[in-house]
């Protein structure tokens, strides 16, 4: 009894870390600039499989498969992103260095609009791999998780916030586990909030 259960509980825990090396290989293998956006994504995908699945498939055999699945529109979603992140901070120095005094709501409308813009980061990986819908959809998903569930989103947020400063305080995390786990943390908070959801509809409908 109690052999299998280390033995269930080392086979998790290899999982994650099989998971998390997989991770940081391709998005190696692809120099960063076009590995780290579909590697991110078969990353999500790989934990949401295992969440939907009572006998998961061997991990590399998932992780592989939705690499390629995800490698031309994850590019594409993560360059996006990065190029609105690059127009922000634009506007962050033009503000900075006009020598004009802001007007607080200008000042407040910013501030929101970078707040959405990283939440938006956070919670639409979840969601694409959830739905697995287009672009428009998927933003429009996003947004509306966003506003209807906005102390989940943020809650995402503290999670990887604690992630991060976890993996610099102890890095041999960042090698093994931070990724995978993280992802599994967020598309776990994910899918019971859209369960929930789900359910809710199906009590009113009812």
Request: aromatic share 18%; proline share 3%.
């Amino acid at each position: 009894m109690i052999v299998s259960r280390l033995e269930e509980v080392f086979r998790f825990v290899s999982r994650f870390a099989a998971l998390n090396i997989l991770w940081i290989a391709f998005s190696v293998a692809g120099l960063g600039v076009l590995g780290v956006f579909p590697a991110t994504f078969a990353l999500f995908a790989s934990v949401q499989h295992w969440m939907r699945v009572e006998e998961p498939k061997p991990v590399h055999r998932v992780f592989t498969a939705s690499f390629k699945e995800y490698f031309f529109k994850a590019n594409a979603y993560g360059y996006l992103f990065a190029g609105a992140g690059v127009l922000l901070y634009f506007n962050y120095f033009i503000m900075q260095n006009n020598g004009l005094s802001i007007p607080l709501p200008v000042t407040l409308a910013f501030l929101s609009l970078v707040l959405v813009y990283f939440l938006m980061l956070i919670v639409f990986i979840p969601v694409s791999v959830y739905y697995n819908r287009g672009l428009m959809a998927s933003m429009k998903l996003t947004i509306q998780f966003i506003f209807g569930k906005l102390h989940v989103a943020v809650l995402l947020g503290v999670i990887i916030w604690g992630g991060a400063y976890l993996s610099l305080a102890f890095p041999a995390l960042l090698v093994f586990f931070s990724g995978s786990v993280l992802a599994y943390m967020l598309m776990w908070f994910f899918n019971q909030t859209i369960e929930k959801i789900e359910m809710n509809h199906l009590q009113t409908k009812n």
